[in-house]
């Protein structure tokens, strides 16, 4: 059993950076592939990135490529989602999940957060 938990969220004008990070509580959590997804109002959530347990490879989906980074540190069962130059369009609530097969589908993914609002004004 994984809990996790995400910080970081905030209010950010355009161009801002925010960093949000993922908590995760259960012993198993460096053996798990971590994604970040987002979903806006009445809208699908999204896949946003994600990271392999060992940290080796990482994924991003389209809107993050070139903006976004993503790491971890085992030693803190910690994962991170650094967001730059970013969007109005980047407004939603962002979810860090956790599971053994990972991915960029939310199908790969275990376990959930409760998520953490990122609004992005104009």
């Known amino acids: 059993q994984v809990q996790l938990v995400e910080s970081g969220g905030g209010l950010v004008q355009a161009g801002g950076s925010l960093r949000l990070s993922c908590a995760g509580f259960?012993?198993?959590?460096?053996?798990?592939?971590v994604g970040w997804f987002r979903q806006a109002p009445g809208k699908e959530r999204v896949f946003v990135s994600a990271?392999?347990?060992?940290?080796?490879?990482?994924y991003f989906g389209d809107s993050a490529k070139g903006r976004f980074t993503i790491s971890r540190d085992n030693a803190k069962n910690s994962v991170y989602l650094q967001m730059n130059s970013l969007k109005p369009e980047d407004t939603a609530v962002y979810y860090c999940?956790?599971?053994?097969?990972?991915?960029?589908?939310?199908?790969?993914?275990?376990?959930w957060g409760q998520g953490t609002q990122v609004t992005v004004s104009s």
């Open positions: 999940a956790a599971g053994l097969v990972g991915g960029t589908n939310v199908a790969g993914y275990n376990y």
């Open positions: 990271i392999r347990w060992s940290g080796g490879r990482t």
């Open positions: 259960g012993s198993t959590f460096s053996s798990y592939a």
